[in-house]
């Protein structure tokens, strides 16, 4: 009897890792066809470059269903998101900084990060219309948010000198990949 639960048990458990990856394919966010016609643009026969931008498109389950303006929304948001978590991280190292040099070199990528904020926020919502004036505006305050992380660095550093090293880590950089994104979108 206890060696026919067992093989019970056992034929159980291989069904279940049989059934979970299928589940979890059936469960992902499906992609349209536009979202791969934009990634691939995007890439220009670059597959990391596709495979980035069809990853993150597709982490936010309305891009299912987007056109190409809803698309570069989603990007813009999620830029906005990253920057914004950035912004986080420089207000946190502010409020415990005690070397003045370093604390004015935070403040100055504080104020960068908040510009992006602002900007990226309105980028997505200009972008909503579609109409071309405001597609216009969406890529001059995109335009205006690439390169923050770089501004930041070097801002930093021409303030705080040797006085440590500036606040970017290899995450807070993903933020130009996505402004990216979302300009090549548009």
Same mark, same amino acid.
């Given at each position: 009897?206890?060696? +026919?639960?067992?093989?019970?048990?056992?034929?159980?458990?291989?069904?279940?890792?049989?059934?979970?990856?299928? +589940?979890r394919?059936?469960?992902?966010?499906p $992609?349209?066809?536009?979202?791969?016609? #934009?990634? !691939?643009?995007y890439?220009?026969?670059?597959?990391? $470059?596709?495979?980035?931008?069809?990853?993150?498109?597709?982490?936010?389950?309305? $891009?299912?269903?987007?056109?190409?303006? +809803?698309?570069?929304?989603?990007? %813009?948001?999620?830029?906005?998101?990253?920057? #914004?978590?950035?912004?986080? #991280?420089?207000?946190?190292?502010?409020? !415990?900084?005690?070397?003045?040099?370093?604390?004015? +070199?935070?403040?100055?990528?504080?104020?960068?990060?908040? &510009? &992006?904020v602002r900007?990226?926020?309105? %980028?997505? #919502?200009?972008?909503?219309?579609?109409?071309?004036?405001?597609?216009?505006?969406?890529?001059?305050?995109?335009?205006?948010?690439?390169?923050?992380?770089?501004?930041?660095?070097?801002?930093?550093?021409?303030? %705080?000198? $040797?006085?440590?090293?500036?606040?970017?880590?290899?995450?807070?950089?993903?933020?130009?990949?996505?402004?990216?994104?979302?300009?090549?979108?548009?």
């Amino acid at each position: 009897m206890a060696g +026919g639960a067992l093989h019970v048990l056992s034929a159980a458990a291989i069904f279940l890792l049989l059934l979970v990856p299928h +589940g979890r394919l059936a469960t992902a966010t499906p $992609s349209s066809p536009l979202l791969h016609y #934009k990634c !691939a643009v995007y890439a220009a026969g670059d597959r990391p $470059s596709y495979n980035y931008c069809v990853r993150t498109l597709r982490s936010d389950r309305a $891009s299912a269903t987007a056109d190409a303006g +809803g698309l570069a929304v989603i990007a %813009a948001r999620m830029a906005r998101a990253t920057a #914004k978590a950035t912004a986080d #991280k420089i207000a946190r190292l502010q409020g !415990a900084e005690t070397v003045p040099a370093r604390r004015d +070199g935070l403040a100055v990528c504080a104020a960068e990060y908040a &510009a &992006a904020v602002r900007r990226l926020g309105r %980028a997505s #919502k200009d972008d909503a219309h579609g109409v071309a004036p405001e597609r216009q505006e969406a890529l001059r305050l995109l335009g205006q948010v690439l390169g923050a992380p770089e501004r930041c660095q070097v801002a930093f550093e021409a303030v %705080a000198g $040797s006085q440590g090293p500036p606040p970017m880590s290899s995450a807070d950089w993903d933020l130009d990949d996505i402004v990216g994104l979302a300009i090549a979108i548009l």
